[in-house]
């Protein structure tokens, strides 16, 4: 949804880009049984053989009683969908996280059989008025698995100390506005949309107490977090 009548473009439509693109890897990678759930488990310190708590159970019952309970303007199918499955009957038959992704992993094949082809390339981003729900314009874009995957491998460096941050590109840089650090620096008034003042942030880094990008202390880890 958007606050304003208009919908990103350019260097501003970038992060939804990514963010589609990012979801479309991993919905693919889900349906060919690609990720491995021990990682996921181990990361955060989870035992996947490990039976759920009656108390849990119940929550999970409970979120599905509101799901039904909620207005709808989808038409009924008369064709059983994977929602129909009493949620507690799941986690009673599927009773562990292991079991559970495993029940998962199954259902993404039963659903898209043909794994990344039953899966079409064609994203769509579709923006609308946050107060009344009208729509304010549709993107559509194909998807890149090339353009992702160099992204996600890019980005993974830096988080494993790969390599050094990087300050935002010029395009992006309208985003310091919105830095913990603006108003550190000299000349950081940004016209709203101007994309002339660009180049002013460059200069501006340069002219704090004289020191460059590398001396000023956590600005690479704050630039890097903005503009990746």
Not at 49 to 64: E, H, K
Not at 81 to 87: K, L, R, T, Y
Not at 203 to 220: E, F, K, V, Y
């Amino acid at each position: 949804t958007r606050g304003v009548k208009t919908i990103p473009k350019g260097a501003a439509f970038r992060p939804t880009l990514m963010q589609l693109m990012l979801y479309q890897l991993l919905l693919s990678e889900l349906a060919t049984n690609k990720v491995d759930a021990d990682t996921i488990f181990n990361r955060y310190s989870l035992d996947s053989n490990t039976n759920f708590s009656d108390s849990f159970i119940a929550q999970i019952g409970s979120l599905n009683e509101i799901y039904y309970d909620a207005p709808s303007d989808l038409p009924e199918s008369p064709e059983p969908q994977a929602s129909d499955q009493d949620p507690i009957q799941v986690l009673l038959t599927h009773n562990s996280l292991g079991s559970l992704w495993t029940f998962m992993i199954q259902e993404f094949q039963r659903t898209l059989p043909n794994g990344i082809d039953s899966i079409g390339n064609v994203l769509k981003a579709e923006y609308r008025d946050q107060t009344d729900g009208t729509i304010l314009g549709i993107k559509t874009f194909l998807y890149d698995h090339n353009v992702i995957s160099e992204y996600v491998d890019n980005e993974l460096r830096w988080w494993r100390g790969e390599r050094e941050a990087q300050g935002v590109i010029v395009e992006e840089a309208y985003k310091c506005r919105i830095s913990l650090y603006d108003g550190r620096f000299e000349d950081t008034k940004f016209p709203a949309e101007d994309e002339t003042a660009f180049p002013e942030i460059v200069a501006m880094i340069s002219i704090h107490a004289g020191n460059t990008l590398d001396t000023i202390p956590h600005a690479p880890v704050q630039i890097e977090y903005k503009g990746r």
